[in-house]
């Protein structure tokens, strides 16, 4: 059973970090594609960053670039994300998802989906 857990969200103010990380278990890891999405009270849910089953490849959304760092531990079955400068408009739940595509910004195309993580930032 594939299990994606996602922890470390929390109350930040404007300008501040957080870092965001997401536990695996279940599957082959390092052959994933990782990513998070984050998903915006009445918003569709939309792709924050992607990063390949080695690392060599990343994306982010444009809205995040400069800002936010995908990174993976493929001895620990890790995803991070670390998340700096944050805005209000940042406020989301954050999801971590996996994929067995190379690399994808599509949510239909990622199998696997944590239950979330909560981040809110205040003005």
């Known amino acids: 059973q594939v299990q994606l857990v996602e922890s470390g969200g929390g109350l930040v103010q404007a300008r501040g970090s957080l870092r965001l990380s997401c536990a695996a278990s279940g599957l082959t890891f390092s052959t994933y594609l990782m990513a998070w999405f984050r998903q915006a009270p009445g918003k569709e849910r939309e792709f924050v960053a992607a990063?390949?089953?080695?690392?060599?490849?990343?994306s982010y959304a444009d809205s995040v670039k400069g800002r936010f760092t995908i990174s993976r531990d493929n001895a620990k079955n890790t995803v991070a994300l670390q998340m700096n400068s944050l805005e209000p408009e940042d406020t989301a739940v954050y999801y971590c998802a996996a994929s067995i595509a190379i690399m994808t910004t599509r949510r239909e195309v990622y199998k696997y989906w944590g239950q979330g993580t909560q981040v809110t930032v205040s003005s």
């Open positions: 990063i390949s089953r080695s690392s060599g490849t990343i």
